[in-house]
């Protein structure tokens, strides 16, 4: 059938650039003020990989747990993951894992890109680079570093499971 796109879910903790990375991805901007996710929102983008036309549609949802009811409804129709954590937020990094297995619960096994963001700020580090390969590793994804400040490699994430989508 006709070629609908990729929904892509974007899930961590409050605070680790969400909705900064996917307003920066789609409208090219940043900033500073930090507005609360309610419920679930998309923003799209089209990109081209390998020569095909990719429709991404980015789902933000909300990084608190008492959001779970609304959002795991929007899982279900991901075919790709970006799962973030910040460089200065040590329960962001430890939380992963019980993300990606939530998305799994409602998904399966879908391409996910684990992100570090913020990595502006790699003087206020909470998490060594050691411990981050061992996690991707343990996960089996892909593991990209991005500032969404300085619009450092999150173009990046998205070419990345945009292909993988198209390989799907
Ligand atoms: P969300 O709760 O995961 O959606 O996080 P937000 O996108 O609301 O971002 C939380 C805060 O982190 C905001 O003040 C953003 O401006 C800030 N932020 C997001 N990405 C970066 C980054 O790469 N570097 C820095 N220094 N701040 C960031
Ligand atoms: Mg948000």
Redesign the pocket.
């Known amino acids: 059938g006709q070629y609908e796109g990729s929904q892509v879910v974007i899930v961590?903790n409050?605070?680790?650039?969400?909705?900064?990375?996917i307003q920066r991805y789609c409208k090219g901007v940043?900033?500073?003020d930090?507005?609360?996710?309610i419920g679930v929102d998309f923003l799209e983008r089209q990109i081209e990989v390998d020569g095909e036309e990719v429709r991404l549609m980015l789902w933000?949802t909300a990084?608190q747990e008492e959001f779970d009811a609304i959002t795991k409804a929007y899982y279900r129709g991901a075919q790709a993951c970006v799962l973030?954590f910040s460089t200065t937020d040590r329960d962001s990094f430890e939380a992963a894992h019980s993300w990606k297995l939530k998305v799994e619960n409602e998904c399966g096994e879908i391409p996910t890109v684990i992100v570090q963001?913020?990595i502006?700020?790699l003087d206020q580090s909470v998490v060594n680079p050691e411990e981050i390969e061992l996690l991707a590793r343990a996960l089996g994804c892909k593991l990209i570093r991005?500032?969404?400040?300085?619009d450092l490699n999150v173009a990046a994430v998205f070419r990345h499971l945009a292909s993988k989508c198209l390989a799907e």
């Open positions: 961590g409050g605070g680790v650039g969400k909705s900064s990375m940043f900033t500073k930090y507005k609360k996710t933000d990084g973030a963001n913020k502006d700020l991005t500032s969404v400040k300085e």
